[in-house]
């Protein structure tokens, strides 16, 4: 999580150096195809909130269970 964070921080600074001529700046991305630079925070920010998901089931799905079966808070 702190190597994500690190990395996700260095991302969000260099998107913090582009220049408004920039933004419109085209390139091609693995699986997804033609996008825009500007298109880049929008992305990022759906694959965090994939993440955020699976972390979410995975974190219910391994939760010490409780004398009742449930998971304990």
Same mark, same amino acid.
């Given at each position: 999580?702190?190597?994500?964070?690190?990395?996700?921080?260095?991302?969000?600074? #260099?998107?913090? !150096?582009?220049?408004?001529?920039? +933004?419109?700046?085209?390139?091609?991305? *693995? =699986?997804?195809?033609?996008? &825009?630079?500007?298109?880049?925070?929008?992305?990022?920010?759906?694959?965090? #909130?994939?993440? !955020?998901?699976?972390?979410?089931? +995975?974190?219910?799905?391994?939760?010490? *269970? =409780?004398?009742?079966?449930? &998971?304990?808070?």
């Amino acid at each position: 999580m702190r190597a994500f964070a690190r990395a996700r921080q260095h991302n969000i600074g #260099a998107l913090a !150096r582009v220049t408004p001529a920039e +933004w419109s700046r085209r390139g091609e991305q *693995q =699986g997804i195809g033609a996008v &825009a630079l500007s298109d880049i925070p929008r992305l990022m920010a759906a694959h965090d #909130a994939e993440h !955020r998901e699976e972390i979410k089931a +995975w974190c219910a799905e391994h939760a010490p *269970q =409780g004398a009742n079966g449930t &998971a304990s808070s």
